[in-house]
């Protein structure tokens, strides 16, 4: 029933450009903080951007600042990450996440409760 489903993933070549879409269903996705992560195999999940409909704050990671954009369709209930100039260093299984609040960071992966499958995405030549 609660549900958050990734899409938009695929191979693409160092500065190209991808947009994932996080689709929710069960619950209406502008009553939470919804959060972007990102994980490597063997490595940490780290938080890609955040944002936040109640205080209209949006947060990105130092390393994706000004290549990556958060968007949002309220009538289709969807969030999009907009990945712009593609790095090797982007590969990973992106993730959306949701929470009805956050405490210290909402880049932070224990602020979350709600995940999707993930969708993978890979820079490469």
């Known amino acids: 029933q609660v549900q958050l489903v990734e899409s938009g993933g695929g191979l693409v070549q160092p500065g190209g450009s991808l947009r994932l879409s996080c689709t929710a269903s069960?619950?209406?996705?502008?009553?939470?903080?919804i959060g972007w992560f990102r994980q490597a195999p063997g490595k940490e999940r780290e938080g890609v951007s955040c944002t936040s409909s109640s205080d209209g704050s949006t947060y990105y990671a130092d390393s994706v600042k000004g290549r990556f954009t958060m968007s949002r369709d309220n009538a289709g209930n969807t969030e999009y990450l907009h990945m712009n100039s593609l790095k090797p260093e982007d590969t990973a299984t992106y993730y959306c996440?949701?929470?009805?609040?956050?405490?210290?960071?909402?880049?932070?992966?224990?602020?979350?409760?709600?995940w999707g499958q993930g969708t993978q995405v890979t820079v490469s030549s």
């Open positions: 996440a949701a929470t009805p609040w956050y405490g210290s960071s909402c880049l932070r992966a224990p602020e979350y409760d709600r």
């Open positions: 069960g619950f209406t996705l502008d009553y939470y903080v």
